[in-house]
């Protein structure tokens, strides 16, 4: 069974910091260089980080620098760890596989709100 499930997500002030989790099924994505994606309203889809699974990350421009991705393998969840958050950071969050496309299955994603 096919399962992505994001939390940790909410409301915080410009500057503040949030950390994002997700749980991923074992036997689909466990062999997956996982990523990070983030949907803003009115936007498309966009990758943030990703992470392979011997734990090499890479990161877009607007993310480098201040996010952190990370994976527990023994734990089944990728991280993201998001400090010096920005209004424009403002997205539902969500975590699939990297090269994911819209047709394959996500979950239901995380709202970060950065707002004063």
């Known amino acids: 069974q096919v399962q992505l499930v994001e939390s940790g997500g909410g409301l915080v002030q410009p500057g503040g910091s949030l950390r994002l989790s997700c749980a991923y099924s074992?036997?689909?994505?466990?062999?997956?260089?996982m990523a990070w994606y983030r949907q803003a309203p009115g936007e498309q889809r966009e990758l943030v980080a990703r992470?392979?699974?011997?734990?090499?990350?890479l990161y877009e421009n607007s993310a480098r620098g201040r996010f952190s991705i990370s994976r527990d393998s023994a734990a089944n969840t990728v991280y993201l760890q998001m400090n010096s958050l920005k209004p424009e950071d403002t997205a539902v969050y969500y975590c699939?596989?990297?090269?994911?496309?819209?047709?394959?299955?996500w979950g239901q994603g995380t709202q970060v709100t950065v707002s004063s």
């Open positions: 992470i392979t699974t011997g734990g090499y990350s």
């Open positions: 074992t036997n689909i994505f466990s062999s997956e260089t």
């Open positions: 699939n596989r990297e090269f994911a496309q819209a047709h394959d299955y």
